[in-house]
């Protein structure tokens, strides 16, 4: 995946209706600093908001937990008020954050992994080429034996 190194987060963040309800509720301040986290790990997944660990493996609630040194008990709360909240959704066990444009320029993500394709596919081709060449050389060798042993 294509390394992104920043999210829009906008400065009226704690303002949200959302985030002061969270904040009054037992563990507020941490359901909040998770949210942040959250986004965090989105924008590290480059996924169009999808929690991915891996190009193939979403995040799931205990792996949050231990990459985020926080207890799998409070981050399942979490992620339960967060579908209360419409903040996140569940789809095919993969946990998507909603609104996901808000928290990211999409259009500059979908380049900067456009990008990348090219840089791979030019790496690709170099290595290809290089080995193109490695073989043919070796043929070359091959070859100038077979002449060597044939003017004997």
Known sequence: MTQIFWIKIHL???H???MTLLQKMKDGGSL???WIQLLLL????????????????PYTSDIIAGRLNWSPKLV?????????FEMIYI??????IRNWEK???TQAMAQAREKNAVSQRK??????????KLQLGENMTDQEEIIDENEK
């Open 12 to 14: 009226s963040l704690y």
């Open 16 to 18: 949200n209706r959302k």
């Open 32 to 34: 909040c600093y998770l």
């Open 42 to 57: 989105a924008g590290e997944s480059n996924a169009d908001g999808a929690l991915m660990m891996t190009p193939n493996i």
């Open 76 to 84: 399942k709360r979490a992620l339960e008020e967060y579908i209360f």
């Open 91 to 96: 789809f095919n066990e993969t946990i998507f």
């Open 103 to 105: 928290y990211q320029n």
């Open 123 to 132: 790496s690709r081709a170099k290595k290809s080429v290089g080995n193109t």
